[in-house]
Nanobody, 114 residues
Framework: QVQLVESGGGLVQPGGSLRLSCAAS??????MGWYRQVPGKQRGFVAT???????NYAYSVKGRFTISRDNAKNTVNLQMNSLKPEDTAVYYC??????????WGQGTQVTVSS
């Protein structure tokens, strides 16, 4: 059974930093990453990383967010710096295995506000 468990969300002031972590189990994942969603909008792409450490970022977070993974531990992290109020969202961990089955975590709230 596949499980993705996120941690690390919370409240931070503009300009601050947060680190999200996701622990995955139950499969080998070629691609892992993060998406985010605000009320009334579709879930949007944030960043992904392959097993070979090829990364891809949404334009809005490039240069501020850094995605990393530990293949041995089956974890993926998102270091978020210089946070802005518009980064406020529920952040979801994402993972896709070799046969293109996709999985989602339960989500963790990130709120950027003074």
């Amino acid at each position: 059974q596949v499980q993705l468990v996120e941690s690390g969300g919370g409240l931070v002031q503009p300009g601050g930093s947060l680190r999200l972590s996701c622990a995955a189990s139950g499969s080998i994942f070629n691609t892992m990453g993060w998406y985010r969603q605000v009320p009334g909008k579709q879930r949007g792409f944030v960043a992904t990383i392959t097993r070979g450490d090829t990364t891809n970022y949404a334009y809005s977070v490039k240069g501020r967010f850094t995605i990393s993974r530990d293949n041995a531990k089956n974890t993926v992290n998102l270091q978020m710096n210089s946070l802005k109020p518009e980064d406020t969202a529920v952040y979801y961990c994402y993972a896709r295995n070799a046969i293109d089955d996709s999985y989602w975590g339960q989500g963790t709230q990130v709120t950027v506000s003074s």
